[in-house]
């Protein structure tokens, strides 16, 4: 089984790669190489015209590869209204996620010291955590300072970081959670009944068009969900005007470079049309355009932003290697095969992206100001 969640995970790597790729040798050494790999070439080749039934199986392995290719390049879940809670619920439903991802539907944070020792040396779950408090920090929320804090997690998943804020900033803490998804909502529920967290509640609801009144959370937090807004404008709105005067606010999402100075390329277009079409995003945009949002609200002091790209870009492959070390989340569910290595592939994309400097992870705090600021 091992075997074959290897390969699967392989191939999406190996299919997502350019030939430059695989290109490391020094020059010197490649010329002589390069006579060697010629030598055996020659030799491969004299054997496969020899034995028809080898050049039979090479070349439909080839065809086979391209083919594949072919089919994962094309995006398979292109953005519509209704794209994102489909595909949650459906996300949540088989269960494949929450084996891998424990509760939580975001990156991990590796430290430098993590990074250099070897990322995968480190608990995939355990990162997720830290991630949150390392986004804790950084948002400049306090255990203690914000103990009872009535608390919006906006684009929820299960639930996983509105639990854990629940437990954190402790009994008297209200902590909401919403989400698109019915199933999302359903299975946050009985994970903080689980876990005896009264005070984590889910609902179903539309973070653009949020019921709550104006000033009405002590804390709204935003993880990895602007992703699948499709107006970006709204979302940023919406999420101010739910916050009370001297609230904090903190949000991490996934963007895209500002091409202002730098237009995008071909590929870079190529690129990121498929990272939207393959995991229903409408689009991405810029650090530095999400800053803009947040200031023409003009209800913020001013936005502390960063890009997190480096602390958290192990999370993609380190998504792939935990399915390889343990496949059995989904080995015994072969109607979710073609899933499984979409997923793969897209994992290894977005790792390339962010590699590359074609995406970013966008971190923003703010306050809100008073009435008398």
């Not at 028809?52 to 094309?74: E, H, M, N, Q, S």
């Not at 913020?300 to 192990?314: G, L, N, R």
Request: negative net charge; proline residues 4%.
């Amino acid at each position: 089984m091992r075997t074959f969640a290897s390969a699967a995970a392989a191939g999406s790597f190996l299919l997502a790669a350019p030939s430059s790729a695989f290109t490391t040798q020094p020059r010197q050494q490649q010329s002589s190489s390069t006579a060697l790999s010629m030598g055996l070439k020659t030799q491969i080749v004299s054997k496969v015209v020899q034995n028809p039934i080898t050049a039979a199986v090479a070349g439909t392995a080839l065809v086979g590869t391209a083919a594949v290719k072919v089919v994962l390049d094309r995006p398979s879940r292109t953005y519509n209204e209704n794209s994102v809670a489909e595909e949650y619920d459906a996300w949540t439903q088989d269960g494949i996620l929450e084996y891998y991802w424990g509760e939580h539907i975001h990156l991990g944070y590796y430290d430098e010291e993590e990074m250099k020792n070897g990322y995968k040396k480190k608990d995939f779950i355990q990162a997720k955590y830290d991630f949150i408090d390392e986004m804790m920090k950084f948002g400049g929320i306090d255990e203690e300072a914000d103990k009872g804090a009535k608390v919006l997690d906006v684009g929820c998943g299960f639930g996983g970081t509105s639990r854990y804020l629940a437990d954190k900033l402790g009994p008297k803490a209200d902590v909401t959670g919403i989400t698109l998804s019915p199933n999302q909502v359903k299975r946050g529920t009985e994970l903080a009944e689980e876990r005896g967290l009264p005070n984590a509640k889910f609902m179903v609801m539309n973070a653009l068009e949020m019921d709550f009144p104006d000033n009405s959370f002590d804390i709204v937090w935003a993880c990895e969900s602007g992703e699948h807004m499709p107006d970006k404008e709204a979302y940023i709105n919406e999420m101010m005007r739910v916050l009370k005067p001297g609230g904090k606010f903190v949000m991490a999402t996934w963007c895209q470079r500002d091409d202002r100075e730098v237009p995008f390329d071909k590929k870079d277009k190529r690129d990121l049309r498929f990272l939207y079409e393959e995991w229903t995003h409408p689009y991405f945009i810029s650090i530095e355009a999400y800053e803009e949002l947040i200031d023409a609200t003009k209800l913020m002091s001013s936005v502390k932003t960063a890009d997190w790209c480096e602390p958290t870009i192990a999370s993609w492959r380190h998504s792939i290697w935990v399915g390889v070390y343990d496949p059995r989340g989904f080995i015994f569910k072969p109607t979710k095969y073609l899933k499984c290595a979409r997923d793969a592939y897209c994992l290894e994309r977005m790792h390339r992206a962010f590699k590359r400097g074609l995406m970013e992870y966008g971190m923003f705090a703010a306050t809100k100001a008073k009435k008398d600021e």
